[in-house]
């Protein structure tokens, strides 16, 4: 039964469930609400030879789009897709076929519907943006905070290396030729980081190379995929690979303690130079506690320190729970960010035996559950009564962090 708090008593899409103590609980087990909502997508009807929210970033609960927006994200939102389907199918969906096939949709979408053209300074790279219902997309597709013809580097390192990652789990080459194609261009482009200008810029104008915006604060993506050509003997990656680390180490994380202006820029809909995003240094606390000695000898501290940068700067009290926001010119906590750092949280407290994050970490992955509706259907966030929204938010770059919270404490998916 719910206990009766100050605060209100429904969250999400459900009434709320707290312990003796006032501390939040799911509204259903987790794995119940987690394949409810994989069911719901693999329900998911099939137009134009792909799952819906595939090619749609903004879906209602009756998988029919937005009619007031045609906008879509493709790389960030079916790269992480391929990621956290991949993780779900590894976790528990083997049995179920159809989870791989919908990995392999939104790998096909990318590679084949939204690449810049063959020419210009980022040829064939994954698209950042574009619009919905566009087969392919067409050359000057740009929107939110990309102009028609940018595309953000980043986004490409994203898509690139969860193709990688695709490749490897199905053995279909075209996602292999991808992921090699974009990392090339990326290799291509960078420029010697320093203390005001990352190695790619945020935007970049694809035909002429132009960049806007010095700094781009998720650099790590890029990082995953050099680190996974260099596995698999592609040794034409290590002069960049190791570059690039050393300016996240030399420069990224000692700035941490100053003004956070190197982890500015990482989401497709803003373009303020100063916004510094939570999505950037979460995830690469997660990439440095998934390879602890084997990349940073310091990993703890440094993940610790992206932590805490993360709890000064964005976190809030939302109905009675620690929430993490989004950036600075967005406090909400969208599901994507909000189930990221229970995700991050829950992998650092596996990895070193401390349990200061653990609860935050619990509270925090509960709250992102309630936006999932009894039949499946998730919200894009948890404040208020939602279905559907932002794909990404939503789904896509949510269901992964649920997987990684699992490996690392499992009777929490219990």
């Given at each position: 039964m719910p206990m009766h708090t100050p605060y209100p008593?429904?969250?999400?899409?459900?009434?709320?469930v707290r312990d003796d103590h006032g501390i939040l609980l799911p509204w259903t087990p987790w794995q119940d609400a987690i394949c409810r909502e994989m069911q719901w997508y693999l329900n998911c009807p099939l137009e134009f030879g792909y799952p819906r929210f595939v090619w749609m970033t903004?879906?209602?609960?009756?998988?029919?789009?937005?009619?007031?927006?045609?906008?879509?994200?493709?790389?960030?939102q079916n790269g992480m897709g391929i990621l956290s389907y991949l993780k779900y199918h590894q976790y528990g969906g083997r049995g179920n076929r159809q989870v791989l096939d919908w990995a392999r949709h939104m790998g096909n979408y990318l590679v084949r519907e939204c690449n810049?053209?063959?020419?210009?300074?980022?040829?064939?790279?994954?698209?950042?943006?574009?619009?919905?219902?566009?087969f392919p997309q067409p050359p000057d597709c740009g929107c939110q905070g990309d102009r028609p013809f940018e595309i953000q580097p980043d986004k490409g390192g994203i898509a690139g290396y969860a193709l990688l990652v695709l490749y490897q789990a199905t053995g279909e080459k075209s996602y292999l030729d991808q992921a090699l194609n974009n990392a090339h261009v990326l290799a291509a482009n960078a420029i010697q980081g320093d203390a005001t200008h990352s190695p790619w810029p945020f935007r970049a104008d694809y035909r002429t190379g132009e960049g806007r915006g010095a700094v781009s604060g998720n650099m790590v993506y890029i990082l995953r995929l050099f680190d996974a050509l260099h596995e698999l003997g592609y040794q034409e990656f290590d002069p960049p690979r190791e570059r690039l680390w050393h300016w996240i180490r030399d420069y990224q994380l000692p700035d941490l303690a100053k003004?956070?202006?190197?982890?500015?820029?990482?989401f497709e809909d803003h373009h303020g130079t100063d916004n510094r995003t939570a999505w950037s240094p979460l995830n690469l606390a997660r990439y440095l506690i998934e390879r602890k000695d084997q990349r940073d000898p310091r990993w703890r501290i440094h993940a610790r320190d992206l932590i805490e940068f993360v709890n000064k700067n964005f976190t809030r009290v939302r109905h009675g729970v620690p929430i993490c926001g989004e950036q600075d010119y967005d406090e909400n906590p969208w599901g994507g960010i909000l189930s990221t750092y229970g995700a991050v949280l829950a992998m650092y407290t596996a990895a070193t035996g401390s349990e200061e994050y653990k609860g935050l970490a619990w509270q925090a992955l509960n709250f992102?559950?309630?936006?999932?509706?009894?039949?499946?259907?998730?919200?894009?966030?948890a404040s208020y009564p939602c279905r559907g929204g932002w794909q990404e938010d939503a789904h896509t770059d949510k269901i992964h962090n649920f997987m990684d919270a699992i490996a690392a404490i499992p009777e929490w998916g219990k």
């Open positions: 008593d429904t969250l999400g899409n459900h009434a709320v903004f879906m209602d609960g009756h998988y029919q789009p937005d009619a007031r927006r045609e906008d879509c994200i493709p790389a960030s810049t053209p063959p020419g210009g300074r980022y040829p064939r790279f994954t698209r950042s943006t574009g619009l919905r219902g566009r003004d956070g202006m190197l982890w500015v820029q990482f992102a559950l309630y936006a999932t509706d009894n039949d499946g259907c998730p919200g894009e966030q």
